[in-house]
C-alpha cells in the first residue's frame, strides 16, 4: 500500500499499465465517476498512443470491445461509471469467458466508505460479474506493484477480468493543461513479469496495428507450423493469445489408424484440426467459425450427411472446438458406443455434452495416413448432395426437387451461398447467431487454404446479443482486412441496433452488413415449436414480428442503406468497396424454413446409398 492518490493519478497509472499490458484500444461510456480514466484516455488518445472508442450504451461497448479484440488478438478495456452501467458489460462478459477473449473492464466505483450508505449510484458492483471474470477492488492507496501486476494479470489471462477502481476526492486534474494528464510510460522503468505483457515491451511505434505476425487463433497457418503448437488455437503452445500459466504438451498422442474416424471441428478449432484431418485422410466436419473450413478434408454438407447411413459407420471422432450448430453433431459426439476424443479448448473446456468423451490437452497426431476409402465415401456423397441442393436452388418450376419457397421470393440458402463466394482472400466475416450460421454451414464450399479469411461469431453462447457491436469491433481491430461482411438475421441485428450509435468524430470501419429479413426469428420453425399445432402461439411468442422499417433505423443512424431483392446485386454489393459502414437489407420469407429443412433431410437420403452398399 501506499500514500492515497488524487483520482487523476490513480487513473494515469491505471491507463499507464494498461498501455504496458499491451492494451491499445479502449472502450469508454461517459459518466462522472470515471472522469479521470476518461480525460486520460482521452490525453492518450490524442497522443496517438492507443485509440479511443466512445459509446453509450454499456452493453454495445463491451461487445465493441470484444469485437475488437477478436479482430486485433489484443487484450481490450472498456471503461464505465459506477452503478447500473457496469451491470450492461455482462453479457459480453459471460461471451468473453466462454471463449478465453482478454476483455478487461474497468469501472469506475465511490470509494468503499460509501458502500451500504444509500449514497448515490453506489453499489455492490466489485465482482458483479462472478463466476464469469475475477475482479480486484482497486483502493486509492494501492501500491504501484500490486496496480502493475493486477493489470499485467488480467491483460494475459484467458478470458474476462474485472479492475475496480475506487476514485475518491476531486474528480479532474488540476492541471488545465491536457498535455499534462497524459505521459507515455517507459516499458523499461517497470517491472514486466508476464510474457504477454513481455511481448509489447519492446514496442515502441505508437501504431502497432498490424500484429500479423503474432499468433492467429482463427487464421490459416502457414505450412511451417503442421507442429500443432506452433500456430493452433487449440492445444496451442505459444502466442500472445495463451495463457502462459498454462502449460501443455507440445506433442500430442499419437492415434491409432483403423477405427473410421471423423474430425469435427467447432468454433475456433483453428487449424490443427485441418492438419489432422489431411495428415489421416479422415473426414472433417468443419463449422464456418472453426478457422478449419479449408481444403480438401473439409465436407461442405457434412452436417446432412451425418442424418443418412453414414453416420452408423462412424467409430470414432475428434472434437476439436466447440461445435455449437447441429443436433447430428451433437449426437454423434455424444454417442457412448463410440470412441469420443475431445480436445480442451482456449477456455479450458472440452466439448463433450454427452460426457462420453476421453479428453485431450493437445491436439493427437497420427503417423501415417488412412486407405482413403473411408474418406472417398464421405467426400463423394458431400459432392454429391453438394450438387442436388445447388440444382434444387435453381430448378424450375415443377421439378419435384426444386427448393421449396422459391415462389415466394429469394431462398436463404441462395443469399447464404452468396455471401459465402464474397468472402475473398483476406476477408473478415462476422457471422451472426440463429441461421445465418446455419445457412452458411451448409451452402459455403470450404475455402482454399492459406488465404488469410478470418471467420468468426459469438459462439460462446451463441447469443443474437450485441453483433452490431461486435463486427464493428472486429473490422476496426482488423483494419488491413480487404473488406469486412457481418451476415446476420432482422433479430440479432435489431437487438444491438444501438451499435449503430457511433458519436460523430468516432472512427466508423468500412464494413457492410447483409441482414436476412425475415420480419422475426425463422430458426424456430425449424424446431419442435414449429410443428403445426402450435401455430396459434407461434407467432406472438417465438417468431417475433415486428415490422420495423430498416431504412428509417440506418436513416437516423446516418448509415447507408440498401434494400437489395436479387442475388446478382448481392453479389455485385459485396464486390464494392463501401466506405464506412453500410446496411444491406436481403428481404427473405421464413414461412418455408421448416419445408426446406425436410426437403435438405430428403437430398441428403438421395445422396447417400442405402447402408449394405457402404461397407
Ligand atoms: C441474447 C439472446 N436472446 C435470445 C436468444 C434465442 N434466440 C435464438 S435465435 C433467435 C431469433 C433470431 O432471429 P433472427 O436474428 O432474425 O434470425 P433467424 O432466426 O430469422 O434466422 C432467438 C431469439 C439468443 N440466442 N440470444
Redesign the pocket.
Known amino acids: 500500500m501506499s500514500a492515497a492518490r488524487t483520482a487523476s493519478e490513480l487513473a494515469l497509472r491505471i491507463v499507464q499499465s494498461l498501455w504496458l499490458g499491451g492494451i491499445r484500444d479502449v472502450v469508454l461510456a461517459p459518466g462522472s465517476r470515471s472522469a479521470p480514466l476518461a480525460l486520460t484516455l482521452d490525453a492518450a488518445d490524442r497522443a496517438g498512443d492507443l485509440h479511443l472508442h466512445v459509446r453509450v450504451d454499456e452493453r454495445s461497448a463491451a461487445f465493441l470491445a470484444l469485437g475488437l479484440a477478436t479482430g486485433s488478438r489484443r487484450p481490450v478495456a472498456v471503461v464505465t461509471t459506477s452503478g447500473t452501467a457496469v451491470g450492461n458489460l455482462l ?1 459480453a462478459v459471460m461471451e468473453a469467458h466462454h471463449t478465453g477473449r482478454r476483455l478487461l473492464v474497468v469501472s469506475a466505483d465511490r470509494p468503499d466508505r460509501l458502500r451500504g450508505t444509500g449514497a448515490n449510484q453506489t453499489t455492490q458492483q466489485a465482482g458483479i460479474f462472478g463466476v464469469f471474470a475475477g475482479c480486484v477492488d482497486l483502493i486509492p492507496s494501492v501500491s504501484d506493484a500490486e496496480l502493475d501486476d493486477a493489470v499485467a494479470q488480467a491483460c494475459s489471462r484467458r478470458g474476462p477480468s474485472q479492475l475496480n477502481v475506487q476514485l475518491d476526492g476531486d474528480l479532474v486534474p488540476p492541471d488545465p493543461d491536457p498535455a499534462a494528464w497524459w505521459q507515455r510510460p517507459n516499458p523499461a522503468d517497470h517491472r514486466l513479469d508476464n510474457s504477454a505483457a513481455a511481448d509489447f515491451r519492446a514496442e515502441s511505434a505508437p501504431e502497432t496495428r498490424d500484429n500479423s505476425t503474432a499468433a492467429d487463433f482463427r487464421a490459416e497457418s502457414a505450412p511451417e507450423t503442421r507442429d500443432n503448437s506452433a500456430g493452433a488455437g487449440f492445444g496451442a503452445a505459444s502466442g500472445v493469445n495463451v495463457d502462459p500459466s498454462v502449460s501443455v504438451p507440445v506433442d500430442g498422442e499419437v492415434l491409432p489408424l483403423g477405427p473410421r474416424t471423423v474430425v469435427v471441428a467447432g468454433d475456433d478449432a483453428g487449424p490443427a484440426a485441418r492438419l489432422l484431418a489431411e495428415a489421416a485422410d479422415w473426414p472433417m466436419l468443419a463449422e464456418p467459425t472453426s478457422g478449419a473450413r479449408i481444403g480438401r478434408q473439409a465436407l461442405r454438407t457434412g452436417r446432412l450427411l451425418l442424418t443418412t447411413d453414414l453416420r452408423a459407420q462412424v467409430e470414432r471422432v475428434v472434437v476439436i472446438g466447440h461445435p455449437t450448430l447441429s443436433r447430428p453433431v451433437t449426437s454423434l459426439i455424444s454417442d457412448p458406443a463410440l470412441e469420443v476424443l475431445a480436445v480442451r479448448g482456449r477456455d479450458g473446456v472440452a466439448t463433450d455434452p454427452g460426457r462420453v468423451a476421453r479428453v485431450l490437452e493437445v491436439v493427437p497426431r497420427v503417423e501415417a495416413s488412412d486407405d482413403g476409402v473411408w474418406f472417398a465415401l464421405w467426400r463423394e456423397a458431400d459432392l454429391r448432395l453438394s450438387a442436388l441442393i445447388d440444382a434444387g436452388l435453381t430448378a424450375s418450376q415443377g421439378d419435384s426437387m426444386r427448393a421449396p419457397g422459391l415462389d415466394s421470393g429469394l431462398s ?1 440458402l441462395a443469399v447464404a451461398a452468396v455471401v459465402a463466394s464474397a468472402v475473398a482472400a483476406d476477408t473478415s466475416l462476422v457471422v ?5 450460421v ?2 452458411l454451414d451448409v451452402m459455403a464450399t470450404p475455402w482454399p487454404p492459406l488465404q488469410h479469411r478470418f471467420i468468426v461469431g459469438n459462439r460462446g ?6 453483433m452490431v457491436s461486435t463486427a464493428i469491433g472486429i473490422a476496426l481491430g482488423r483494419p488491413r482486412a480487404a473488406r469486412t461482411i457481418a451476415y ?8 444491438d441496433s444501438n451499435g449503430l450509435l457511433v458519436g460523430s468524430g468516432q472512427p466508423r470501419p468500412d464494413l457492410t452488413f447483409v441482414v ?9 420453425s425449424t424446431l419442435e415449436q414449429g410443428a403445426p399445432r402450435f401455430s396459434d402461439a407461434f407467432e406472438r411468442v ?3 414480428p415486428h415490422g420495423t422499417d430498416l431504412a428509417a433505423l440506418c436513416a437516423a443512424h446516418h448509415t447507408a442503406y440498401e434494400r437489395v431483392d436479387d442475388l446478382k446485386r448481392l453479389s455485385e454489393a459485396l464486390d464494392e468497396s463501401p466506405s464506412g459502414i453500410r446496411v444491406l437489407e436481403v428481404p427473405v420469407s ?1 414461412n418455408d ?1 421448416r419445408a426446406e429443412a425436410a426437403w435438405l433431410r430428403s437430398l441428403a437420403r438421395r445422396a447417400v446409398p442405402a447402408s449394405d452398399e457402404l461397407r
Open positions: 453479457p436463404p451472426g447467431s440463429s441461421n445465418a446455419r445457412d453462447l451463441a447469443g443474437i446479443d450485441g446476420l438475421g432482422d433479430l440479432t441485428f435489431l437487438h436476412l429479413s425475415d420480419d422475426g426469428g425463422a430458426i424456430f417465438f417468431a417475433t421464413r424454413r
